[in-house]
């Protein structure tokens, strides 16, 4: 005859069990947090490398085709948002460089482009968050303020290039310093462990660019739930506090961490887009994570800089400096000025409060729309 537990010994075995519930559940959910973080670059690797079986085309054939700084500029926007990858808009760039296609002050506008097209990725990713309002606005926030970044140092520093080629002159200098130099091959860890999935996902659908492309937003729409949703399970508060204390502390902390952990990457869409659901988790502030999408902006072009060095062309790496000086030179400008692109940047939040559809409509007139429209009147 089985012997009845007394009291004590029921309350004991309850704790046990609670105890080891809590050991589970404590392990399990940084597992789960890291698993839906690889589904999430997953996700954007695949979409990626979807957009790119029918994007690469479009954005050689349009970058081919212009010899106006004004139409260049777009043309980088337009390329860029569709491929999402200014990485693959600027190896185009260096090889019509090399090539004489065009010249190093036509090719500069069009990077100044491609500086805006590349952070569609991150702003897509803010509107995974749309049916939650408080939480989309704060997500939507974090996205744009990489956008925000860029459309300001483009409309201060473009109207300089255009009657100076101060970048030109710049890049040239570095370049003839750096012209005997070789190159360096870099391969990302990331892009080693998820480019193979993406590669095996699209072969397994026959390479359909359109099937690819939805089966990437699929998988972006469930890590990002997952990921939320473990983020608000576990005591934000101290994982809070562990970004505050440790790895956002200092603007100079998260600037340099943006740019180590890009150059790692090689992929400013990635590191700026896993931020997203943590500033709409309430993890991080947007003051946290201006600094951090500006170092991302520097680590994306250390990739340039590399391939560029290994061709031994003076030209193509004067494209790749282009692009790292004008970058340094905004950062130089809205560093210290960071309280003008974060008031616009809360300003345009608060309106997607008042509709949702401002969000999309912000996408697809900045990113598309427009760059399309004058691409056509000005060619």
């Known amino acids: 005859m089985q012997r009845s537990r007394q009291p004590g010994e029921r309350k004991e075995a309850g704790l ?3 105890a080891r519930g809590l050991t589970l559940s404590s392990f399990l959910k ?34 081919s085709t212009t010899s106006n700084p004004v139409v260049g500029l777009f043309i980088g ?36 482009g491609a500086n805006i097209g590349t952070t569609v990725t991150n702003t897509l990713v803010s509107l995974t968050h749309i049916t939650r309002t408080r939480e989309f606005v704060r997500a939507f926030s974090g996205a744009i303020v990489h ?15 255009y009657f ?11 370049s003839a310093a750096f012209e005997t130099a070789g190159g360096l091959e870099f391969i990302s860890p990331v892009k080693a462990v998820t480019k193979p999935a993406a590669k095996l996902i699209i072969s397994l659908l026959a390479g359909n660019s359109w099937l690819s492309s939805l089966v990437a937003v699929a998988l972006l729409l469930i890590a990002l739930k997952f990921i939320v949703d473990i983020m608000k399970s576990l005591v934000l508060s101290r994982v809070e506090g562990f970004f505050s204390k440790y790895i956002f502390k200092t603007t100079f902390r ?22 997203v659901p943590l500033v709409g988790a309430g993890v991080l502030s947007l ?44 950062i130089a400008i809205f560093l ?44």
């Open 16 to 18: 046990f069990i609670k």
């Open 30 to 63: 940084p597992v789960g947090l890291l698993f839906f973080l690889y589904v999430f670059i997953l996700s954007i690797t695949l979409l990626g490398e979807a957009l790119k079986l029918f994007g690469a085309g479009f954005a050689e054939a349009l970058i």
């Open 77 to 112: 926007i337009l390329a860029t948002s569709v491929i999402q990858s200014s990485s693959t808009t600027t190896s185009i760039l260096v090889g019509f460089v090399a090539s004489g296609m065009i010249t190093l002050e036509g090719a500069i506008p069009i990077v100044m």
């Open 147 to 161: 956008d925000v970044f860029n459309l300001l140092s483009v409309a201060l520093l473009f109207p300089l290039q």
């Open 164 to 174: 100076t080629n101060f970048l030109g002159h710049s890049a040239q200098f570095l």
């Open 254 to 275: 998260a600037l340099f961490l943006g740019v180590i952990l890009t150059s790692i990457v090689q992929s400013s869409s990635i590191t700026t887009s896993i931020v």
């Open 287 to 330: 003051r946290r994570v201006y600094p951090y999408t500006l170092g991302a902006n520097i680590g994306t072009t250390v990739t340039a800089i590399m391939a560029a060095l290994v061709t031994s062309n003076v030209t193509a790496v004067s494209v790749a400096f282009a692009h790292l000086l004008f970058n340094i030179c905004g």
């Open 336 to 379: 210290p000025l960071a309280r003008i692109p974060l008031k616009v940047t809360r300003k345009l939040a608060r309106s997607a409060l008042r509709n949702k559809l401002i969000p999309v409509l912000f996408i697809v007139l900045i990113f598309f729309v427009i760059p399309l429209a004058l691409i056509y009147l000005l060619r």
